[in-house]
């Protein structure tokens, strides 16, 4: 294709930038060859010119189509570059949070720097099993592609992880380990994969620090490989360990730590285990200080000490062996403060009492003064002698500091190894996968040696993934047979050569290390002199002397020459090794001896890089040398297997989540090899197609006609068609290969196309749309024409007729008008005569009114007036009265004071004196009380009375105002009277009309007051109807409320009970498993040499506890059994932990277990509560059928007597030896013996209708019996098997009676029936009294209780109200605890009753039994004995009693017929439903008619042991396993249904109650029977699961029916797992197996009900593993699939809809799926439809919403990604929602089954053995 048809204008390309690398921009004119330039825009609208380059001539390189940004595989683009690369991983990374994608076979992995919930174990299930390229990119899956080649094409494989500090290296190693872990299953061993995952713990605190790019960075590189068995069940582990950086134990940066273990120490210190090595904090040591930053933000070193601590002993690392290794590690962390002084330039010391050296040799067990003295000293050997020289400080701290490293690095090696030998497999190895995490391609500004080796071992791995890459694309052409050139790959073995290579960079460094005065330098030289101008790789610095640079693939370094010599011969002093292993310390000696057995065996590979301390020059090998030995040691491990990539990318410096820095990234694709992987595929044919694929994808671009049967043929016509260079692509036998850029021009080709429909159709549609509109429009255009003329015909007519009328309305309107002015003018005329006359009469009324209101004010002032005269005259005369007596007083007193002068009056007047002037004292003060209050009073009259006199005066001044008023008035007067008369005038004629009018309101008033009344009659009636409703309501609402109340309560008890059922039954299969586990052991016990000697035999151990303990209450004599022999006890010792940890686990289950059984018996106890409320009100029937079965019994026992008394009578009557001779005919004795005979015989006919009737009740009455009664439940009387009276053969003859004797026998059992009615009536008379008796002790306690609260309620009237509630509350709780105490005692008394009832009924029923035999054989040997006649004998039909009979020991022999080797298929089809169940149920019926405990205890373990061993034998067969699920629960049916319980008992009928079981109560066994069930449910869901798991997402996801428009997206190279259009799985298919599933259950004979919870189950693993694969799958996530997915659910719905199943539940589980597909269809743009997203997907969780809305991905151009704005919004919408906050769906989820009672119709007496089940040996009773 011509670059002027790609670059025209608007075109997308992207043009180089410093900052972002890489901008996007926009062509604003077509490109024509030879133009110099591009015009360009850029995003925010800047123009921009480009220049090209006139030498290159190369064009900017294109951007990709927006339907191909955010693919999971980069190889999916059509423009392969780095811009695109880079861009695909921003929008990934950035805006759809995704951290993983694919580039060809590589996993690229950014680092969120965030914890993200994608690691759980649900997810782990979804991808397990999963095709690589069917689900998103992931670790889990490289993880599972490498699990699944190795378990197919059994080759080892690897994966291996590279990438720089911080990119997350370690993580993903680590959850490619647990992902092992988690989908194998160990074999042998236990726990092997929980040993595997705790090493990296305990290597993370060995070998990781924190630095300046990560927190977590591991130090040294490891490749870990795990072992498998043939069984792809993880073994073992074996570890090997690359470089590890000694330096970081003694020197840090700034801000960086030293490796996490002695930060570990120091947080544990205050632990009491770790006092004696006298730690402190980390800031105390100046190896853990160095970099100031001792502390990790989230990380607390003492919990991780902790976790360390587990992960040893997990290890089988003991408790001392950790103490010893904690102990070097203390003494490491003294050492490095150990202070050395300086006593001179070449001199120094250590003071012996230096007490960190003393702690430091205490620790370690040396001798303090030699190792000090070696600090500062070194030993110099020559030929002859041997001197002892003195060393500087600086050599002395160096030293020091090298002793500290050698024992880390011995430490770490030992670890290392301890932990290969925990992790060693005792079994055979078949394979290996191995995860290699190692650091990538490193520069910094100064590097050293390390980061020499590091890119050294970069450039190796770079080489076998380029060579790995070029082999698979060679193999992919060789596979289609397409003609393929030689790819020109970037090779970099030249940089390699340099390197390791004869007289390369690590061999001239070795050689310089030899040389005695050897130095960097020096090396430096010969670098320059041997490699400068030979290897165009090798470079020198223009300003250094003592540096290199070497151009690696990825960038050019350069190396700083200092210490390259030293860290590569790894020196430490001699001296200080030989004190050390003068130490008594058993493990320090240990390291040692370990370090020269590697150093002395130069064949041994050693992993670890520190290597120093060799006692012999010859076997010493340098860092460089061992870690190049190891590294090809690991190439060819590498080679060996299949490579698996993964590269991790530090996303940005900063550690900000999901924050990309491109120049960093950049940085790291080039330095990974990403890059030069695209590069590689570009070179070739990156893009490829089937021919399948391409053809559902561009049908679009050809004809109808063109589409042939042939679909390669039709690809390759059309591709002619589209594509003139046949060099952009090539057909292979399966595929379509097409250079870089085509599929974009098709996808061009397509949009087009697809765009060019939709504006024909639009066309079509909008011309259609128009037409309508326009026949629509004439339509009514007619249409209102033909209304318009008629409404103008009825327009005229209606005129004409509105003509005429307006005449006559005229005519009538005019008079009208007249009339009423005539009126008008008549009423005016009135009016005013009626104002005047009004006038007139208001004028006389006036004058009237004055004279009469003067009269009064006369009358008032006169009499004023001659009040006012009265009070004066008054006065004066009391003036003159008071005067004369005056007068008259002061006489009196001058003659009492002459008197007073006399002595004798003087004493006469003291007698009694005193007493007067008290009481004269007491009137005095009485008086002056009554003088305050006269004068009190006289002040309020003064008051009253002026106020008075000014009213008065007031007034006064108004009747003068008034008077000069009148007198004006007064001239008025005869004017007013002329009114006045006209007045009384009008008042007449206007009382006449008021009596008029009064006399019609009457009438009005009375006729209204009856409507009143009537109305409120009827408004009473209403009101009272009203009330009545209104209480109805209330009523209502109460119960309305009491019935929400009651549900809601019973929703909530039913939740807990669901819950409690599930967790029942999820401890149920648990302890079920580790039953099965205890039984594998037991059984890999029994095959031990001793095991086979001995004479050890099994018990039934594979049923539950409950099972083996009620076959102990029943007796059985299995405790023999039970105990193992002797021999055992050898055999437990084998593996006696796991023994114990099982019986212990065994034990808290069967507790769990008994637990939840209690707290089920609780809630049976309380719903039994209610049943017995039901069975007192049938008390009364119970006690009257109680009364009518004794009489029953007692009257057929008295004719039983009668009958032998008769006979014992006739014996001795017709006796020819009697003592008296029988009365002859017509005597006197014999007339009245006739008499009596007569009346006996009347009485006893009587007694026998009696007795029939009371039968015939009695059977009617059996069943209520059972049903209400709980003395039915144990055992069922039936005495019709008695002989009655008329079986005996009697003639009629009175004489033949008379000669028997018969009369004498009637008449004394009619008085021994008299005796008997004579007793029940004294009885009956006891009971009645006791019944009067307890009636008026009733009668007096409620008479006491009355009283009590009569006086209660006078004492609460007294009280307060609140005081009141109060008393009267506790009153009611008093009286209702005294009630629920005494129904307490009253239920306990019923019980103890019942329970005697019971045993007393038993031992009746047994002697009942033990008379009827004997009346039986008696009745047997007299017709023996009686004379024999000959009669016709007819044949009965046998009456079978539903029993089958077999002998003692037919069990085994019975149940491998009828259970073992017994075949579904054939007995679903031909033969009754449960048929095994009756069979056995028949057996069991059997055994307890027998009343053999041991029978009953063996068939039924017998069963569950075979039940068992079939289902473990065929778990994975889902009709055998439906088979005895079905058969299971119909033999606990069976148990409960002929229990004899009356919950029950009421479903049976009169047959089935009588089959009851008699003499064994097997509740327990039930509960056996229904955990089985339970456990064979479980495996039925797990079979079913593993049947529909393979084919649910290929139907429900994959397959589309219909391709059209909604054709699949280009993928890369990693193709997804397609069938064949035969063999794929559609929805039609999981219907059918559905169906089949359905039509199993349903020959089976399985419960309804248990086979709707089958179908929920079904629906609901389909619905999650379908979610749980759409959340994961980001090429699922369009609007076409959300289509898709709701047509297949709709279809599922029918399916329920077809067989009734709508109600079981299933519909409610694909809620999630429903909602997840709308969610898929509906619009994402605006803040209502986040609304509407949030209210409609009610059933999904706020996680699940987003991940959704994030994968999102638009399949056409039509469609539309979700902004993130939007996607935020719907966060800030879900934040208060409350739910669980995973992502997956459980899928392991099962539903708590609820085994609901069925009883069965079937008749157990027509059940018929066939002969097919070859079971001849049974025998129907």
Not at 1319 to 1327: D, F, L, S, T
Not at 1334 to 1343: A, F, G, N, Y
């Amino acid at each position: 294709m011509a670059a002027s048809e790609l670059y025209s204008k608007h075109a997308r390309v992207w043009l180089p930038d410093a900052e972002e690398v890489w901008k996007s921009a926009e062509l604003v004119r077509d490109y024509s060859p030879g133009d110099p330039t591009l015009s360009l825009q850029l995003e925010d609208g800047t123009k921009v010119e480009h220049k090209i380059d006139p030498k290159t001539k190369e064009l900017l390189p294109l951007r990709n189509p927006n339907i191909l940004v955010g693919e999971n595989d980069l190889t999916a683009l059509s423009y392969l570059h780095e811009p695109a690369v880079l861009h695909n991983l921003k929008v990934r990374f950035i805006d759809s949070k995704l951290i993983y994608t694919y580039c060809g076979i590589v996993l690229v992995a950014i680092n969120p720097y965030e914890s993200l919930p994608i690691y759980e174990a649900d997810i782990i299930h979804a991808y397990s099993g999963q095709n690589m390229g069917d689900m998103d990119p992931h670790i889990f899956a490289v993880a599972e592609e490498a699990y699944k080649q190795m378990a197919r094409k059994e080759r080892n494989q690897s994966i291996i992880v590279s990438g720089e500090s911080g990119a997350g290296k370690t993580v993903s190693a680590k959850y490619a380990m647990r992902y092992f872990a988690t989908v194998s299953c160990s074999s042998g061993e236990a726990n092997v994969e929980e040993r595997v995952l705790a090493s990296n713990p305990i290597m993370e605190a060995l070998g990781n620090a924190k630095t300046t790019r990560n927190d977590n960075s591991s130090r040294f590189g490891k490749y870990i490989e795990i072992g498998f068995d043939k069984k792809h069940s993880i073994i073992g582990a074996n570890m090997r360990t690359y470089l590890l950086e000694k330096s970081r134990v003694v020197f840090q940066a700034q801000n960086e730590r030293n490796y996490h273990i002695f930060y570990q120490l120091c947080a544990s210190s205050h632990l009491p285990e770790f006092k004696a090595f006298k730690l402190g904090c980390a800031e105390d040591f100046h190896c853990t200080n160095q970099g100031q930053s001792p502390v990790i933000d989230g990380v607390d070193d003492a919990k991780e000490m902790c976790n360390t601590r587990k992960a040893f002993s997990l290890l089988g690392v003991g408790d001392s062996d950790q103490m010893e290794i904690y102990q070097i590690l203390s003494a490491i962390l003294h050492l490095s403060n150990v202070e050395v002084k300086e006593q001179s330039a070449d001199r120094c010391s250590i003071s012996p009492d230096n007490v960190h050296l003393v702690v430091f040799c205490e620790l370690l067990g040396v001798p303090c003064e030699e190792m000090a003295h070696w600090l500062c000293h070194k030993k110099l050997k020559t030929t002859t002698e041997t001197y002892v020289k003195p060393v500087s400080k600086t050599n002395a701290l160096n030293g020091r500091d090298a002793l500290a490293k050698h024992i880390y690095a011995r430490l770490f090696s030992w670890v290392v190894n301890s932990i290969n030998a925990a992790l060693k497999s005792a079994g055979k190895q078949r394979s290996f996968i191995g995860v290699l995490d190692i650091y990538g391609f490193e520069t910094f500004d100064i590097n050293s040696f390390e980061q020499f080796c590091i890119n050294y071992a970069n450039e190796k791995l770079q080489q076998q993934f380029n060579m790995h890459v070029f082999k698979l694309e060679q193999e992919e052409y060789m596979k289609e047979e397409i003609p393929w050139t030689l790819i020109d790959f970037y090779d970099n073995q030249p940089c390699i050569d340099l390197i390791e290579a004869r007289l390369g960079v690590l061999d001239l460094l070795d050689e310089e290390c030899k040389m005695p005065k050897g130095s960097d330098d020096t090396w430096a030289q010969k670098l320059y002199n041997t490699l400068l101008r030979q290897n165009a790789h090798f470079d020198k610095p223009r300003l250094s002397n003592r540096a290199f640079i070497i151009h690696h693939f990825a960038d050019k370094v350069e190396y700083q020459c200092v210490g390259f010599l030293e860290k590569n011969k790894d020196t430490v002093n001699e001296e200080q090794i030989n004190v050390l292993k003068k130490t008594k310390f058993n493990l320090l000696l240990k390291l040692f001896e370990d370090g020269e057995k590697a150093s002395g065996s130069p064949s041994k590979k050693s992993g670890v890089s520190g290597r120093a301390g060799p006692t012999q020059k010859d076997n010493r090998k340098t860092v460089g040398l061992q870690f190049r030995q190891s590294l090809h040691l690991l190439m060819d491990t590498l080679n060996a297997t299949t490579p698996h990539y993964v590269r991790c990318i530090k996303p940005n410096d900063h550690k900000a989540p999901f924050t990309l820095d491109p120049v960093r990234a950049v940085q790291q694709l080039r330095a990974c090899g990403i890059l030069e992987t695209i590069r590689i595929s570009a070179a070739g044919f990156p893009s490829r197609w089937t021919y399948q694929e391409f053809f559902n994808r561009y049908r679009v671009l050809m004809k109808q006609k063109d589409a042939l049967p042939d679909r390669k043929q039709t690809c390759k016509n059309l591709l002619e068609k589209l594509i003139q260079d046949e060099e952009k692509y090539q057909f292979g036998k399966n595929k379509i290969f097409f250079r870089a850029g085509q599929v974009a021009y098709l996808e061009k080709l397509r949009s087009d196309k697809l765009r060019l429909a939709c504006v024909r159709i639009q066309k079509t549609i909008r011309c259609w749309l128009a037409r309508k509109k326009y026949l629509r429009m004439r339509e009514s255009a007619v249409t209102i024409q033909k209304h318009v003329r008629g409404h103008q015909a009825r327009r005229y007519v209606k005129f004409l007729r509105q003509t005429s009328a307006a005449v006559i309305i005229q005519r009538n309107v005019r008079m009208w008008a007249q009339r009423r002015r005539y009126q008008r003018q008549r009423s005016a005329a009135v009016a005013i005569q009626s104002l005047w006359r009004t006038y007139t009469a208001r004028k006389k009324y006036q004058k009237m009114m004055f004279e009469q209101r003067t009269v009064v004010l006369q009358k008032w002032a006169r009499g004023w007036l001659a009040r006012r005269r009265y009070r004066r005259a008054l006065a004066a005369v009391v003036l003159l009265q008071s005067c004369v007596r005056r007068m008259r007083a002061r006489k009196e007193l001058k003659k009492l004071k002459v008197e007073a002068r006399s002595v004798e009056h003087f004493k006469k007047l003291n007698v009694g004196m005193e007493n007067k002037i008290l009481q004269l004292q007491h009137k005095i003060n009485e008086q002056h009380k009554e003088n305050r209050e006269l004068s009190e009073r006289m002040s309020a009259v003064t008051k009253t009375l002026a106020a008075d006199r000014d009213k008065q005066c007031s007034e006064i001044e108004q009747l003068r105002k008034l008077e000069q008023e009148a007198r004006t008035k007064a001239a008025r007067l005869p004017s007013l009277l002329e009114q006045l008369t006209f007045l009384q005038h009008e008042l007449e004629v206007t009382r006449k009309e008021k009596d008029d009018l009064e006399e019609q309101s009457n009438i009005y008033r009375e006729q209204t007051q009856k409507v009143v009344d009537e109305l409120n009659m009827k408004n009473n009636v209403l009101k009272s109807n009203i009330d009545e409703l209104n209480k109805h309501i209330l009523e209502q609402d109460q119960q309305l409320t009491d019935i929400k109340t009651n549900n809601e309560n019973t929703k909530q008890l039913e939740t807990d009970l669901a819950e409690e059922r599930s967790r029942y039954q999820s401890l149920l299969s648990e302890h079920l498993h580790l039953e099965e586990r205890h039984k594998d052991l037991k059984e890999e016990m029994d095959f031990s040499p001793s095991s086979r000697k001995s004479s050890h035999k099994r018990t039934d151990s594979n049923y539950s506890s409950n099972s083996s303990e009620f076959s102990q209450s029943l007796g059985s004599t299995g405790d023999e059994d039970g105990s193992p022999p002797p021999e055992d006890e050898a055999e437990a010792a084998v593996d006696l932990p796991i023994l114990l940890k099982l019986q212990r686990r065994v034990k808290e289950l069967e507790q769990d277990k008994q637990a939840l059984m209690e707290q089920l018996d609780k809630k049976e106890e309380a719903q039994q509560e209610k049943a017995k409320e039901a069975e007192k009100q049938n008390s009364v029937g119970r006690v009257e059928l109680d009364l009518e079965t004794l009489k029953r019994q007692e009257l057929e026992n008295e004719n039983k007597k009668l009958k032998q008394d008769l006979n014992m009578l006739r014996k001795s009557l017709t006796s020819e030896h009697g003592d008296a001779a029988p009365p002859a005919p017509g005597s006197q004795p014999y007339n009245i013996l006739l008499d009596q005979l007569s009346s006996s015989n009347e009485e006893l006919e009587m007694r026998k209708e009696e007795v029939l009737l009371l039968r015939s009740h009695m059977v009617r009455q059996e069943a209520l019996k059972h049903k209400d009664s709980a003395l039915g439940e144990v055992v069922s009387l039936d005495l019709s098997e008695i002989p009655s009276y008329q079986d005996i053969d009697r003639s009629k003859d009175i004489h033949t009676l008379n000669e028997d004797g018969e009369l004498w026998l009637a008449y004394e059992g009619l008085k021994e029936t008299n005796r008997i009615l004579e007793c029940q009536m004294r009885e009956q008379g006891h009971v009645h009294s006791e019944k009067l008796k307890k009636l008026s002790e009733e009668v007096s306690r409620l008479k006491n209780e009355k009283e009590q609260q009569q006086k209660l309620f006078a004492q609460n009237l007294l009280l307060p109200e609140d005081a009141r509630i109060e008393a009267s509350l506790k009153l009611e709780i008093t009286r209702l605890t005294k009630e629920n105490l005494e129904l307490l005692e009253d239920g306990e008394r019923q019980d103890k009753a019942i329970r005697k009832l019971k045993k007393q009924l038993k031992f009746y029923q047994k002697k009942v039994e033990d008379y009827e035999a004997s009346l039986q054989q008696r009745y047997t040997a007299s017709m023996m004995n009686a004379p024999v006649r000959t009669v016709h004998i007819t044949r009965k039909e046998k009456e079978y009693q539903g029993m089958l009979k077999y002998k003692q020991g037919e069990e085994q022999r019975l149940l491998k017929n009828l259970v073992t080797d017994l075949k579904p298929r054939g007995v679903a089809v031909s033969f009754t439903p449960g048929l095994p169940a009756y069979i056995i149920f028949m057996c069991l019926r059997y055994a307890d008619n027998v009343n053999n405990d041991q029978r009953v205890s063996d068939l039924l373990n017998s069963t569950i042991s075979s039940i068992k061993g079939v289902i473990k034998r065929k778990g994975n067969d889902f009709e055998v396993v439906s088979f005895w699920l079905a058969n299971t629960c119909r033999l606990m049916h069976c148990l409960k249904q002929y229990s004899g319980d009356e919950v029950y008992a009421k479903h049976n009928t009169a047959k089935q109650n009588e089959q009851c079981l008699s003499n064994f109560e097997l509740s327990e066994y039930q509960q056996v029977f229904g955990d089985l069930s339970i456990q064979i449910y479980r495996q039925l869901i797990k079979c079913m699961e593993d049947i529909l798991q393979p084919i649910i997402v290929a139907s429900m996801l994959e397959h589309n029916a219909e391709q059209g428009v909604l054709g699949a997206k280009p993928t890369g190279m990693r193709k997804k797992s397609s069938l064949s259009e035969e063999g794929v799985a559609t929805v039609e298919v999981l219907l059918q197996r559905l169906s089949l599933f359905h039509s199993t259950m349903g020959q089976h004979g399985m419960d309804p009900e248990l086979i709707k919870q089958v179908v929920r189950q079904q629906f609901y693993i389909i619905c999650a593993v379908t979610l749980n694969n759409l959340l994961l799958r980001k090429d699922m996530c369009s609007w076409g699939k959300g289509l898709q997915i709701r047509f297949n659910v709709w279809q599922l719905n029918e399916w329920l809809v077809e067989r009734e199943l709508t109600d079981c539940g299933a519909k409610d589980t694909l809620e999630p799926l429903l909602q997840a597909a709308q969610l898929l269809q509906i619009r994402k743009s605006t803040e209502a439809d986040a609304q509407a997203i949030c209210s409609i997907c009610s059933a999904l969780t706020a996680e699940q919403i987003v991940k959704l809305l994030t994968l999102y991905t638009p399949v056409n151009e039509f469609e539309e990604r979700v902004d993130i704005n939007f996607i935020t919004t719907i966060k800030s919408l879900l934040k208060d929602r409350v739910e669980s906050s995973t992502l997956m769906m459980d899928t392991k989820k099962i539903f708590s089954v609820t085994l609901q009672f069925s009883p069965s119709c079937v008749a157990l007496e027509t059940i018929q053995i066939p002969a097919s089940l070859n079971l001849g040996f049974l025998s129907r009773i």
